[in-house]
């Protein structure tokens, strides 16, 4: 048994859930526990869909399509939640993401329920979230020049998903 604010009904696709349908529940990460995996916190960002799966030898190769103003805080490696199961992603594109699906996951999760155009609940990596807002809100006389930061995120190849470059 959940309970669910009205921003949560609003935000997700947990308002359109009919008796009988599965759901992804995962443990929360408690302080202290092994960091073994992604930041994955729980919190949606927005509602996806899915677009295609392709069979892909023993795994699928699923493409989802997203709010555009989500795009920037994917990128290709990056972590992402689907329906609250952490994914890496493999491609990151202009409309959305692909992630690739070991059997085990198709099988002890939702994704094999799922059928073309299903709503899809979508967390973005927060690593990104932090380092956009950060970048966004960056004193004006560094607008100019290259700080240690965005020298590091242009090299390290987030300077595409943050939008770092000029001109």
């Known amino acids: 048994c959940f309970e669910a604010v009205p921003e949560t009904l609003a935000k997700t696709t947990l308002g359109s859930l009919r008796n009988g349908d599965a759901v992804n529940i995962e443990r929360s990460l408690a302080v202290g526990d092994r960091l073994g995996g992604h930041f994955v916190q729980g919190h949606v960002d927005g509602v996806g869909e899915l677009v295609s799966v392709e069979q892909q030898g023993m795994s699928r190769l699923l493409r989802f399509r997203v709010p555009v103003e989500l795009c920037r805080y994917i990128s290709a490696k990056g972590s992402i939640a689907v329906d609250g199961i952490s994914l890496t992603v493999v491609d990151a594109l202009d409309d959305g993401f692909s992630v690739s699906i070991i059997p085990h ?3 002890a ?10 709503s899809v609940n979508v967390e ?16 004006e006389n560094a ?3 290259s700080s240690a930061l965005e020298s590091a995120l242009i090299a390290g190849g987030f300077a595409e998903t943050l939008s770092l470059r000029h001109g």
């Open 105 to 107: 996951t198709w099988d």
């Open 109 to 118: 999760t939702n994704l094999a329920s799922l059928g073309p155009r299903a």
């Open 124 to 139: 973005t990596d927060m690593l990104a979230k932090y380092l956009a807002r950060l970048m966004e809100h960056r004193p």
């Open 143 to 145: 607008a100019d020049s």
